[in-house]
């Protein structure tokens, strides 16, 4: 299979989890969710937070390949995060509509990829400034590898609220071969 095949069922993965962390977390008391937790961003808020800016700085830099993406369109009058750790929202309720969209901006992304536009050295700077250039389907795995980390960090602080997300297993979102 192709890395385009897996980026798309990242893509799936990623909204579907999205939407179970999210579902979970309106589950409980405002308060809940901006209880300072330990955690490297604070709070459950925090946390989801940081993947909303993080997001946003990655499709932003991504509206930057050749291919010029038209899903990426939505972003444009967006501005540009500063800080890993700025607040977008200030309630919940803007956060979780924000998720919708840019898992949204995310799949449609994917859709509109072609494979060998993988191989593409993306240029961007670091938070810092620092220039890099790297392959762009790299950068993709990155975003979803980075999401899953901190996803991991969200299930367990809704886990210390005591919230249930359920399985989260990718598992779940790979086609049975039997069932086709």
């Known amino acids: 299979m192709s890395l385009l095949y897996h980026l798309r069922l990242l893509a799936d993965y990623n909204q579907w989890m999205n939407d179970k962390l999210y579902s979970a977390a309106a589950a409980l008391p405002a308060s809940e969710l901006t209880a300072p937790r330990g ?9 989801l937070n940081h993947l909303l800016v993080a997001d946003t700085v990655w499709l932003k ?14 972003l444009a009058d967006i501005a540009m995060p500063q800080q890993l750790d700025q607040p977008l929202y200030a309630d919940f309720a803007s ?4 998720r919708s969209e840019l898992d ?3 799949s449609a992304l994917l859709a509109e990829i072609r494979e060998q536009e993988l191989d593409v050295a993306l240029g961007y700077r670091s938070m810092k400034g620092v220039p890099a250039q790297r392959q762009f389907g790299s950068l ?5 590898n980075h999401q899953t980390h901190h996803r991991g960090q969200a299930t367990t602080l809704l886990s210390q609220a005591g919230a249930d997300v359920g399985v989260t297993d990718l ?10």
């Open 39 to 47: 955690a490297f961003f604070g709070s459950l808020q925090g946390t």
């Open 61 to 74: 830099r991504f509206a930057a390949h050749p291919a010029g993406y038209t899903a990426l369109a939505p």
């Open 95 to 98: 956060m979780r509509q924000r």
């Open 104 to 106: 949204s901006i995310i």
């Open 140 to 144: 993709l795995l990155h975003v979803f």
């Open 171 to 180: 598992l779940l979102r790979i086609p049975d071969q039997l069932a086709l």
